[in-house]
């Protein structure tokens, strides 16, 4: 079983920056697959960036450029840099743990709400 803690949500104006926190229990961090994952008021969740085992990151097209997911397994946690932000990103914010292909280790944090508002 693995925990997830999300921190770093809350308001900020368009243009601002936050930066999301997610702390994890794994006994093995590094061996997780980490994502963020974020959903607007009224839409479904979706992706919004990873990073595998390996380092590789991948991104969603809406917040390529101005967010950066990066990790420290040291410390058994993931981070979502955002930058230039928008309305439109104004959403729950998750973070996620797996272990592809391993479908049962999928692991969820209760979120952390970012509100982008002028």
């Known amino acids: 079983q693995v925990q997830l803690v999300e921190s770093g949500g809350g308001g900020v104006q368009p243009g601002g920056s936050l930066r999301l926190s997610c702390a994890a229990s794994a006994s093995i961090f590094s061996i997780y697959t980490m994502s963020w994952y974020r959903q607007p008021p009224g839409k479904q969740r979706e992706l919004v960036a990873n990073?595998?085992?390996?380092?590789?990151?991948a991104y969603a097209s809406s917040v390529e450029g101005r967010f950066t997911v990066s990790r420290d397994n040291a410390k058994k946690m993931v981070y979502l840099q955002m930058n230039d932000l928008r309305p439109e990103d104004t959403a729950v914010y998750y973070c996620n743990a797996r272990r592809p292909p391993l479908i049962q280790y999928d692991y969820w944090g209760p979120g952390t709400q970012v509100t982008v508002s002028s």
């Open positions: 990073i595998t085992a390996n380092y590789g990151t």
